[in-house]
């Protein structure tokens, strides 16, 4: 189920909320417990046996973990089986048939390809569920007996499918003891109304036209045009995925729990070394606990800290999806941190122009990132950015500008790039009753013209029917 | 005070749904269980939301967040507050999606959550209002770009952008050379039989009013289809037709619409002169054969759109993809009865969207032929007066992944004089690179 879906809006979360707030407070951990798997099962029910044998993997794995803490080689023993138990999985549905085909084409062989569907989630859900199990074996939270809890940590529904990776120890006592507040659950249904706007009024509308622009060859569009599709898809990933940590960080909050922000303006860095610590905070955070301390993090030689760095991105490359663009997006990435890193770039300071210099040389970065991240193969992402700065000669073009971007586009595309800056940061903090109202009513006019948008998508004519 | 108000208001609310209920299921008389157990979830509710509500508000300095929690939940609530219960949208042209059950004859079922999804998507209150506003502010645009759609209110045009790609996208080397082995392999086949075959590349409104498209730009101004009939022209047991020029100068002529405004496909004018076209090529090899003229039929102006002789008027694709309504319908189209000269059908497969019939003409020319192609069959083959025709529609059964070698037999058993496949430009790289696997 999606949070932008009817069923999710106007059944399963106002159902939910009303049966969360009238249980007694034993009981709340239960419904949500309920409702977070009716919410996976929804869309996919045959994968809940694999979510289930997760948290099975996990539960017992950090008990005995935890049972033979004082025996380092045996808790070892158990804290990698059960790694490779959760991993399997993951490697399993993920990247399973990326391999063969690799290998397939490298080869020339014709391995056959396994028709799964990728469980919806489990990239998230089993990294958040390793944290737990690392966690227990660092000693640095205690163990959970109560499988249920567990079970709930694993399954919240809020971050379920598209984070933000919550770790154990940052809810561990909210899942025990939690305060239901209405004045959390106003600051929740704020964040929820700003998350389904994002999605749905910007990220749509914005992914409408980078879709026109990729969707076609290369030498179909000119450089104007493919600038046009590289903003709008940066814009569009970035509201997307903010807007869905928004709408999950509010309904933790609706739910009495506090998570972690996962979005911080992450389109003003001055660097790509800042850019990842205002980029999926959560993500980057999990790799920087995870992999790049436990392979030895700053506190080797320079040569081998950079090799770390290098297999963080290329893992955080990995970890979003099987295809050679994700790989190629991760080493891009990898590449600007090293060379960062050995020039002290982010740390260098000076004047307006270097601001400015810093500030562009980021955009370029991670707007080309994007553009690897959103093509369909390296080749055509190569192409497309030899476009972008008239390196492509051949041109085709069938589409005048125009065709790419509307009035109201280029009105969603302003509101984008202001809503990316922090002028409204602190809009949810203001004291003054006027300046509440106004927001407030604001709030609910945002509601209601994401709804509109939600119920004009159920719009499904069929066309061809009478001739 | 608060828990009567909560108690008075949950009252009400169990009531309207048991009364929803009562009118759902027509239950003949006042049921007093349901009534009830309303009573005691009222009370329940009540008792309970009263006071988590006052151990809520126990801190709260302000009721503004109050009042802003109470609206946006109501929002969210409305969409189900009244159900509907229609089983067509009218304006979408298709079923509503019905409820599903949990359970099916073989156990759970499985895609509860998807089909759930469809129903509340297509039964929700105020659906319908949504859209429209929704779509309103888009047509109140000079240009309406949907996903495969784009309307130019002053250029009065409505194309179908996959059909535009179709159009000028040239095709890769290896994809004509397929299309030319397919249509070779069908050629040589019919003419095993005696069989002449034809291809119709049915001109559309993108290459016909090309220089109105204000938002496209052809550097290439050679259509796929010229493309295509440069490629065929030299198979044998083939003659290709393509009047696109024809088709230009008439729209300069205004003697009638070729197309409808409000949908891609050919009005009964357009069609007409595609058929006597072709038919003036197939009278070269079949000199029997009888053209029918326009003005032996008699015709009605409406707005409309029709598919064929026999079938409905509907507003078109235009309003189906954007506002459906009458308003935007801004052209007369003449209407022929052509179906008068049909003096029986025989459907051999007519499940939804297929079209696999024999239509029997009266005084039809004294040969058998096959019509296979696109959508433009339907209206095609009202005109189409041999003593049988019988239709494919290639669209169909490519698209449920069968080819031509399925029909082989069909073919054979029919012993057709002639083979006509009519396409519509936009589709044509399309359809006949699939017409063989």
């Known amino acids: 189920m999606l949070f932008s879906s009817v069923s999710f809006l106007f059944v399963f979360f106002p159902i939910v909320f009303l049966l969360h707030l009238i249980v007694p407070k034993n009981l709340k951990n239960y419904i949500l417990l309920i409702a977070s798997i009716i919410f996976y099962a929804w869309g996919e029910p045959r994968y809940l046996i694999i979510m289930l044998l997760n948290i099975v993997i996990n539960y017992w794995g950090a008990i005995g973990v935890h049972h033979y803490q004082d025996n380092k080689k045996i808790s070892k023993l158990i804290l990698i089986l059960s790694i490779i138990g959760n991993l399997s999985f993951l490697f399993y549905f993920k990247y399973f048939n990326f391999i063969v085909e690799n290998i397939n084409y490298v080869f020339h062989l014709k391995i056959d390809i396994v028709k799964v569907i990728m469980p919806i989630g489990i990239s998230f859900y089993t990294f958040q569920a390793m944290s737990y199990l690392v966690d227990v074996y660092r000693k640095e939270v205690e163990i959970q007996t109560d499988f249920c809890k567990l079970a709930l940590y694993i399954t919240l529904f809020p971050q379920l499918i598209a984070g933000p990776i919550v770790k154990y120890k940052d809810i561990a006592k909210q899942i025990d003891n939690r305060d239901i507040q209405l004045d959390k659950i106003s600051y929740g249904m704020k964040r929820f109304v700003i998350g389904l706007s994002k999605k749905m009024l910007i990220a749509n509308t914005l992914g409408a036209v980078a879709d026109k622009v990729f969707s076609l060859p290369v030498h179909n569009f000119d450089c104007l045009t493919a600038w046009i599709g590289a903003l709008a898809y940066s814009f569009q990933l970035f509201y997307d995925f903010s807007g869905y940590s928004d709408m999950a960080i509010g309904l933790g909050s609706i739910f009495g729990f506090k998570f972690l922000e996962n979005f911080n303006y992450p389109y003003i860095s001055k660097s790509i070394t800042e850019f990842w610590r205002r980029w999926h905070i959560s993500l980057s955070t999990w790799f920087k606990e995870y992999l790049y301390i436990p392979l030895g993090g700053n506190r080797v030689s320079k040569k081998r800290n950079l090799l770390n760095l290098w297999i963080v991105f290329l893992a955080t490359g990995i970890w979003h999806g099987a295809e050679w663009t994700f790989v190629v997006w991760g080493m891009w990435h990898g590449l600007f941190i090293i060379i960062e890193r050995l020039t002290n770039f982010a740390k260098k300071e000076g004047g307006k122009g270097l601001s400015l210099f810093k500030h562009i040389y980021t955009i370029l970065a991670f707007v080309i990132g994007w553009v690897i991240f959103r093509a369909p193969t390296v080749h055509y992402a190569w192409r497309y950015i030899r476009r972008m700065f008239g390196l492509y000669s051949k041109e085709e073009y069938l589409f005048y500008f125009s065709y790419f971007i509307n009035y109201v586009e280029i009105f969603v595309f302003a509101c984008a790039i202001i809503c990316a800056i922090p002028l409204f940061k602190n809009i949810l903090n203001t004291k003054s009753n006027i300046s509440k109202i106004l927001i407030n009513i604001w709030f609910i006019c945002l509601l209601v013209m994401s709804i509109s948008s939600v119920a004009a998508s159920t719009y499904n004519p069929f066309i061809y029917f009478r001739f | ?437």
Request: contains cysteine; glycine residues 2%.
């Open chain 2, 1 to 437: 005070m608060k828990k009567i108000i909560f108690f008075t208001f949950f009252l009400f609310l169990g009531m309207y749904f048991e009364r929803h209920f009562y009118e759902v299921k027509n239950f003949k008389t006042f049921d007093i269980s349901i009534f009830s157990s309303c009573l005691l979830i009222t009370f329940l509710l009540c008792k309970k939301i009263s006071t988590n509500i006052c151990n809520l508000t126990s801190n709260l300095t302000n009721k503004i967040d109050l009042y802003f929690v109470i609206i946006c939940f109501t929002i969210l609530c409305i969409p189900i507050f009244n159900i509907s219960n229609e089983t067509k949208s009218i304006t979408e042209n298709r079923n509503l999606a019905i409820h599903p059950n949990l359970t099916t004859e073989t156990g759970l079922n499985l895609k509860f959550g998807e089909q759930f999804n469809s129903w509340l998507s297509d039964h929700f209150y105020l659906r319908d209002k949504l859209i429209n506003a929704a779509k309103n502010i888009n047509k109140s645009n000079r240009y309406y770009l949907a996903d495969d759609a784009y309307f130019d209110k002053e250029e009065e045009l409505f194309i179908y952008i996959p059909q535009l790609y179709g159009t000028y996208f040239a095709p890769e080397k290896s994809t004509l050379k397929k299309i030319k082995n397919n249509v070779k392999k069908l050629a040589n086949q019919l003419s095993e039989t005696n069989t002449k075959l034809y291809i119709v590349f049915a001109p559309q409104k993108s290459s016909i009013y090309a220089d109105k498209l204000k938002l496209f730009r052809f550097l290439n101004k050679n259509t796929v289809a010229n493309l295509l009939k440069k490629e065929l022209d030299n198979i044998s047991n083939l003659k290709v037709l393509y009047p696109l020029k024809e088709f230009k100068e008439l729209s300069l002529q205004h003697i009638d619409y070729t197309h409808f405004y409000s949908d891609t496909h050919m009005t009964d004018f357009g069609t007409w002169v595609l058929y006597s076209d072709l038919m003036n090529i197939i009278q070269k090899d079949f000199p029997r054969i009888k053209i029918t003229q326009l003005n032996e039929f008699k015709y009605e102006e409406n707005k409309y759109v029709r598919s064929m002789a026999t079938s409905d008027y509907f507003l078109g694709d235009m309003n189906q993809r954007t506002v459906n309504s009458e308003k935007y319908l801004t052209k007369t189209y003449k209407h022929y009865d052509v179906s008068k000269m049909l003096n029986k059908v025989k459907v051999i497969d007519d499940t939804e969207g297929a079209s696999e019939k024999i239509y029997y003409h009266k005084n039809g020319s004294p040969y058998k032929a096959i019509l296979m192609g696109s959508s433009y069959v339907n209206k095609f083959n009202s005109f189409f007066n041999f003593d049988q025709v019988y239709t494919l529609q290639l669209n169909k059964f490519l698209d449920e992944n069968r080819d031509l070698s399925d029909f082989h037999n069909t073919i054979s058993d029919f012993h057709p004089n002639i083979f006509v496949i009519i396409i519509n430009e936009g589709n044509a790289v399309k359809y006949l690179k699939k017409l063989y696997h």
